[in-house]
């Protein structure tokens, strides 16, 4: 089973940056279609950006010219550049796999986007 560990969360004033990692186990990580997700209080949990494997992106609306998704495969690890942070951006973040039936989820790393 493939493990996940998300971190680079932290509080940030509106209109500030933060870089989000999520380091995979496991061999099939590169052949994999990965996602960053969030979850709001008393929200269902999102999906905001995705990667396939050749590393095409897909992202949500909310997020799209804020947000890139960037994997390095070598080291089993994806990422999160996210820009220009609006409060509306406050979540637990978590790393899955997209497209499909996600493996266990991580913790999840806190962004909190406030003056």
């Known amino acids: 089973q493939v493990q996940l560990v998300e971190s680079g969360g932290g509080l940030v004033q509106p209109g500030g940056s933060l870089r989000l990692s999520c380091a995979a186990s496991g061999s099939i990580f590169s052949i994999n279609a990965m996602g960053w997700y969030r979850q709001a209080p008393g929200k269902q949990r999102e999906l905001v950006a995705a990667i396939t494997s050749s590393g095409s992106t897909n992202y949500a609306d909310s997020v799209k010219g804020r947000f890139t998704i960037s994997r390095d495969n070598a080291k089993n690890t994806v990422y999160l550049q996210m820009n220009n942070l609006k409060p509306e951006d406050t979540a637990v973040y978590y790393c899955?796999?997209?497209?499909?039936?996600?493996?266990?989820w991580g913790q999840g790393t806190q962004v909190t986007v406030s003056s």
């Open positions: 899955n796999r997209a497209y499909r039936s996600p493996w266990y």
